[in-house]
C-alpha cells in the first residue's frame, strides 16, 4: 500500500475535523451534517458523472482509487540492470537464448518485446508494435484519471446546485427571521461538501493516477530502447549509458558498470 495516499486522505480529515472542533468543540460536529446536501452534492455529481460515461466505463472509473493506494514498486534501476543482463546473454549466446528467458519472465510487456525480436521481426516493426501498446496503455491512464478530473469539477458544481436551493427555500421565509441562520448554514454545507469531495478526494486521486502513469510510460520507454539496442547488437556498456539517460544522476549511481544494481 502507498503510504503517501492513505496518510493525505486521513490527515486530511484530521485537519477538518481539528478545524471545527477547535473553534466550536465536539458539538460542531454536528452543524457540519446535513442528509439532503450530502444527497443533492455526493450522488448528484454522481449522475452526472454517469452520463457522462458509459457504464462500464463509469463502473470501472472507480477502480482509481485502489490503484491509487498501491504501491506497484516500479523501479528503474531494476528494469535497466535486467536489459543489461540480458544484452549480455545475447553478446555471448545470441538472440535466440532469451526466448527462455522470456518466458519467465513477470514484465509481459518486456517478454513480449524479446519474443519479436527473437522471432526476427524487423527493428522498426518491433518498434511500432510496442508503441502502439505503449500509446493504448497511456489512453487508458488518462481515461481513469480523466474520470476523477471529471468527478473534481461536477462535486463543486452540484455544491453550488445545492446552494441554490438552500437560498431559494430560505428567501422564501424571510417573514421568520429565526430560520434565516439555520437556513444559510444548511445551504452552505453543499458547497463545502462538493468543495472535500473535489480537493479531499478526487484531485489527489487523479494526480497521483497522473504520477503513476508517467512513470510507467517511462519504465516501458526504456524497455523499448533497451530492447532494440539489444536487438542492434550494441554492447552492453553503450546501452546501460544510454539507458542510464533516463534517470536522475543519483539514481544512476546505483547501477554498476557491469548492469549489476
Not at 486521513?10 to 450530502?38: C, E, K, R, T, W
Not at 428567501?171 to 454545507?189: E, F, H, Q, R, Y
Amino acid at each position: 500500500m502507498d503510504i503517501a495516499t492513505l496518510a493525505g486522505i486521513v490527515l486530511g480529515l484530521v485537519m477538518v475535523l481539528f478545524g471545527i472542533i477547535s473553534s466550536g468543540g465536539v458539538a460542531a460536529l454536528g452543524n457540519f451534517i446535513d442528509v439532503p446536501s450530502l444527497i443533492i452534492t455526493i450522488f448528484g455529481s454522481l449522475t452526472s458523472l454517469m452520463a457522462s460515461y458509459t457504464m462500464a466505463d463509469f463502473t470501472g472509473g472507480f477502480s482509481g482509487i485502489g490503484v491509487a493506494m498501491k504501491d506497484p514498486k516500479l523501479d528503474h534501476g531494476a528494469v535497466i540492470t535486467k536489459i543489461i543482463e540480458l544484452s549480455n546473454v545475447a553478446r555471448k549466446e545470441g538472440l535466440l537464448a532469451l526466448e527462455e528467458i522470456a518466458r519467465g519472465l513477470e514484465d509481459q510487456f518486456m517478454q513480449k518485446g524479446i519474443l519479436l525480436i527473437v522471432d526476427g521481426t524487423e527493428p522498426e516493426l518491433v518498434r511500432g508494435i510496442l508503441e502502439t501498446e505503449l500509446m493504448n496503455m497511456e489512453a487508458r491512464h488518462k481515461n481513469k484519471a480523466g474520470f476523477f478530473d471529471a468527478w473534481a469539477a461536477l462535486g463543486p458544481a452540484w455544491g453550488m446546485i445545492g446552494t441554490l436551493v438552500g437560498l431559494v427555500n430560505m428567501l422564501k421565509n424571510l417573514s421568520d427571521a429565526s430560520t434565516i441562520g439555520p437556513n444559510m448554514a444548511v445551504a452552505l454545507l453543499t458547497t463545502l461538501y462538493g468543495s472535500l469531495l473535489a480537493n479531499w478526494i478526487c484531485t489527489p486521486v487523479s494526480n497521483k493516477l497522473k504520477q503513476r502513469a508517467a512513470i510507467e510510460f517511462q519504465l516501458k520507454e526504456i524497455v523499448i530502447e533497451g530492447l532494440l539496442s539489444i536487438q542492434a547488437g550494441e554492447n552492453p556498456r553503450v546501452i546501460e549509458e544510454k539507458l542510464k539517460s533516463f534517470l536522475a544522476p543519483k539514481a544512476r549511481e546505483a547501477i554498476s558498470s557491469e548492469g549489476g544494481a
